[in-house]
């Protein structure tokens, strides 16, 4: 049997280096695009992933999440991500080690898949409390950082972190929207006489972002200061330990001179809130016991209305049984975080939704335009 030789016709190209109209390319050229995945399990914490990709005008990325029985966290990707922009949206609900797994997960198949750049969306940023020193604790907030980074991870979105400085602990860029805005816009529409109001930091700590408030709305600012401050106080960063107890045998050492111990004043509210609408803001609402007594005490000072305005409504154990007995008439919260069953057990948290400005903010980073537009009027203190 004679050997037939099949000869390929050499490829035609025109002069400027194109394929001839009569010659069909066959070369497989790389798609330039992005895509958008939701590394969450539960369904309830994929509805502001739905909501971003409505707004976009793309279908969510085919991926599967679930736990095992074993309850190992599982990631299979459904569709080719190679050469193209992946944003993963991540809402963080109550079972935070499972989100952060899922996200670990999700970003390092995305890796190994060879996606072009892996774009983590993360409105509340987990474990932002614990980015400073604790006695003998740890920096949470630095480990999970690196471990997002060593994932794959090449860019952050996030929204309001408790402390800007955690942007530091990242070695690729993080993109800290806020969500202030929109409360503000809130405030405005749904207020009645928000003119009569007045803005009130809760604690001392709180007192520039009530300030960067106060001063957008035209209003007046008030500072609770006294016992009802924030549980992240000085006695808990370890210069307390350990404790203050001299041995006199052997040598002491070097004589330090005897500081003494500090005490909260007696609480005051610096500004006069006496027939006024109190709006109390912050970035987390958690334990709300706090919040509570601040309520308590605005309205022994006259206040006729308390409304609480944060940006994560995380509300956990019973926060919204005591919302609901308390003085409070009313909590804004954003849709960073999921709290539908908190708002089923208590009528007065309304959500304000931030999914445009997410949204925004992937359109953005995917054409290469400038972000400034995002953070117009927004103060340094916000």
Do not use: W
């Amino acid at each position: 049997n004679a050997v037939r030789l099949v000869l390929m016709q050499p490829l035609k190209l025109t002069p400027s280096g194109s394929c001839s109209a009569n010659v069909k390319c066959r070369m497989n050229v790389p798609k330039s695009g992005y895509r958008v995945f939701s590394a969450n399990s539960s369904a309830a914490c994929t509805e502001l992933a739905k909501k971003i990709t409505e707004r976009l005008g793309v279908e969510m990325g085919k991926s599967v999440v679930f736990q095992e029985s074993n309850r190992e966290t599982r990631v299979d990707v459904k569709e080719s991500v190679r050469g193209q922009t992946i944003f993963i949206i991540q809402t963080i609900p109550r079972d935070v080690n499972t989100a952060i797994m899922e996200l670990l997960i999700m970003a390092y198949a995305l890796k190994t898949s060879c996606a072009k750049n892996i774009i983590g969306v993360i409105p509340y940023f987990p474990y932002s409390k614990q980015c400073k020193m604790r006695k003998r604790g740890s920096i949470v907030c630095k480990l999970l950082a690196s471990m997002l980074a060593k994932s794959g991870l090449t860019h952050i979105i996030t929204m309001d972190l408790h402390q800007k400085e955690i942007q530091g602990f990242f070695g690729f860029p993080v993109d800290n929207l806020r969500a202030s805005p929109y409360l503000i816009q809130y405030i405005q529409e749904e207020i009645p006489d928000y003119r009569n109001a007045i803005i009130v930091a809760k604690s001392p700590a709180a007192a520039k972002r009530a300030q960067s408030y106060a001063e957008r709305l035209r209003l007046g600012l008030a500072v609770i200061h006294g016992e009802a401050q924030c549980s992240e106080s000085d006695m808990a960063d370890g210069r307390h330990s350990p404790p203050s107890v001299r041995n006199t045998t052997g040598h002491t050492g070097l004589e330090l001179p005897l500081m003494m111990a500090k005490e909260k004043p007696p609480i005051t509210v610096v500004g006069d809130v006496g027939g006024r609408i109190a709006i109390i803001v912050d970035d987390i609402i958690d334990d709300v016991g706090d919040f509570v007594a601040a309520a308590e005490i605005l309205k022994e000072r006259g206040a006729y209305k308390i409304y609480i305005m944060a940006t994560h409504g995380l509300l956990s154990a019973d926060a919204p049984r005591l919302i609901e007995e308390s003085a409070i008439d009313e909590v804004v919260v954003t849709n960073t975080v999921p709290h539908e069953v908190q708002k089923l057990q208590c009528p007065k948290i309304k959500t304000v939704d931030v999914s445009m400005i997410l949204a925004e903010a992937i359109r953005r980073i995917h054409n290469g335009e400038s972000m400034a537009y995002l953070f117009r009027n927004i103060t340094v203190d916000d």
